[in-house]
């Protein structure tokens, strides 16, 4: 995806793409450890010293989770992560977002949500598990556009986003006209052209 997809506001500015996951763990390292203590809390559901961060950063590049981001001369500022099945205890890919204090509501989070669940598709998941902190007013109402439906409990907010591609409706079969249909309709066009006429000028109606 290049910068032409983000919206007008960072337009000038950013790219998404996918990070290389061995080459760039830096990047998405470095923009964790920049989250304030409010997005760290949101991201992580409770706040995170650095050395917790350095190592997620680090087995994220080992442990086959995919990293999507938005970067601004070279710098991540928002990240979407895909963690496969097997790093979770109920064999379910989980996905998880961080999007920095300056970049909140412009759109980089739907995109990078698209974006995600597009790749998450193409690797043949049927469904995707979100957590995220209750009171993460923003990633809920992001989760709920893209059709996750989220349950609380113990202070976090949990739901899951159906992959399954809905079945589109068919299309409508054109309706086909014979010229005996045609003549009929023109005859009962003229019928109802001429009683209207009559109505109009008082002119008694004939059968």
Not at 62 to 79: K, Q
Not at 135 to 158: P, V
Request: one cysteine or more; a positive charge; charged letters at 25%.
């Amino acid at each position: 995806m290049s910068y032409q997809d983000v919206p007008v506001s960072t337009v000038a500015k950013g790219v998404v793409r996918t990070l290389n996951r061995h080459d760039e763990l830096p990047l998405l390292r470095d923009h964790l450890l920049r989250l304030d203590h409010e997005s760290r809390r949101d991201r992580f559901h409770g706040f995170m010293d650095d050395s917790f961060i350095e190592h997620y950063a680090e087995k994220c590049a080992s442990d086959g989770t995919l990293v999507i981001a938005y970067l601004e001369a070279g710098v991540v500022r928002a990240a979407a992560e895909l963690h496969p099945p097997e790093t979770s205890p109920d064999l379910q890919p989980e996905i998880a977002f961080s999007v920095e204090a300056g970049l909140r509501r412009k759109g980089v989070g739907s995109i990078l949500f698209r974006k995600l669940i597009s790749e998450a598709r193409a690797k043949g998941y049927r469904t995707l598990r979100i957590t995220t902190g209750a009171q993460n007013d923003a990633m809920r109402a992001l989760a709920n556009k893209f059709g996750a439906h989220l349950t609380f409990r113990h202070g976090e907010s949990t739901g899951a986003i159906d992959l399954k591609e809905q079945p589109r409706p068919a299309p409508a079969t054109p309706a086909v006209f014979t010229p005996m249909d045609t003549a009929r309709a023109i005859i009962q066009f003229n019928r109802a052209y001429w009683k209207f006429l009559l109505r109009l000028y008082g002119w008694k109606q004939i059968a």
